[in-house]
């Protein structure tokens, strides 16, 4: 690639969201983000890395309220003390998903990142979905979860992410206009779905490097 490119990868539970952004992440030579975000998090804020794994992708409800008493403390760490742990752990990372951003090239799981970055003109932003009996294949066989319990599962991490997605952003979690591309990764495949967001980013890299005429 010749220009700077941000991904953020929103993905349904047992789509395999993560492994496309990994191998994503892999074959285009530019960093990956998931997990690796609560280290940078804990590393920098001093919080314990239990805490974010506990909060993480998990909402509050008075967030919104502190903010519009005061705005200013959506850019830095001044004035949090006193806000509930769980929009301490999202400020924290939201200013983390900006410096990467600021830092380079990269792929981004979850966290809001494509509303946290929304006004870059660099960022793309994929939804990875699939159906509910191909996620259920996926973490009974890949997860080694229980059929019984399978579905039930997902079914509550994708409303917590949907709460957390809705509440911090203002919009929709899952809804087609808020990315470039949306995949049904049950129907493509893991590795085709890499593909498709590799010739979209690439093809996109080409046209916006090409001199003006």
Known sequence: MTNNIIITISRQYGSGGRLIGEKLAGK??????????????????????????????????????TLSLNPGMAGGMTGMMDLPLNDKVFLIQNNIIKQLADKGSCVIVGRCADYILKD?????????????AD???RITEVYGMSLTNAEREIQKYDKRRANYYNFYTHTKWGIATN?????????????????????YVEGRDRFEGRPAR
Request: aromatic letters at 10%; one cysteine or more.
């Open 28 to 65: 285009l030579g530019i960093p990956f983000y998931d997990k690796e975000l609560i280290t940078m998090a804990a590393e920098q804020s001093g919080f314990s890395r239990e805490i974010f794994e506990r909060m993480d992708e998990r909402a509050s409800s008075s967030l919104l309220y």
């Open 179 to 199: 990315y470039d591309l949306c995949l049904n990764s049950g129907i493509i495949g893991i590795d085709a779905s890499v593909e498709v967001i590799r010739a």
């Open 135 to 137: 996620r259920i294949k």
């Open 120 to 132: 870059r003109s660099d960022c793309v932003n994929v939804f990875i979905c699939s159906d509910m």
